[in-house]
């Protein structure tokens, strides 16, 4: 497939919650940080990339060059400021799904006024220790803002089952990982997509690639194949990552199942 071909499908790629539409594939922004799931290569990406909003912003140029319309931040002034360097060069505005929290997660939907934020999701961190009484007060809190609300988690399955215990408040939609070795996963793929499907909500993948244990191309097929997943985050430090990558993304999503609209 060429280029220009991904950049087409890429850019024409959305899914739609509540009225809202969200891109099917958001650029992650986890290995900006050097967050540890990468292993070996985590201080490698924090020494490239943390406090270098210059460096991210090439990035996310690669990137939307390539077809990639939203990013899922995190809220660091960093990642922030790179992504509007990176509008002001392109001229044009990324559709956001940010993450707010673990610490101040009101604070946190601060970082990103003035960009067209259209969902905030609660840090998994937060998500999975919080009491149901906190992450009702912060979805009631988002949504007041014209916002999606959602959550993140590190434990999908448990998340899952305090939702259907009625122990947490039904969100918009929620981001988790799903892969094909189960990585940082709490059950295996096809019994987590069994609860998905009972579950009803929209799904964002993260961790598709298992931090980089898989080969694109059979790991996005593998993910898209349980017709579970409406969107997927997936994290890039290069050009030619990113160029390697999506190539690979769009002859998945060719031959993808996707849920029905929710």
Known sequence: MSLGA???????????????????????TSPFIGAGQFGPRASAYARAFYNRPDRVASIIVACAELGIMGIQPLPYGFIVEAIRRAQRELGVEFVLVGTIGPWDPLGDLRAYDGLALRAALTHGALTDTASGEELKAILGAIRNEGLLAGYVTHAPMKLIRRLQAGELPRPDLIMLPFNALGYLMDAPPDQLAGALRQLGLPVIGKKVLAAGRLRPGEAFRFALGFGILSGLAIGMVSREEAEETLTSLALAMRDARWPTKH
């Open 6 to 28: 991904v950049r087409e499908l890429l850019r024409n790629s959305w899914f739609e919650v509540s009225g809202v539409r969200l891109p099917r594939v958001l650029l992650g």
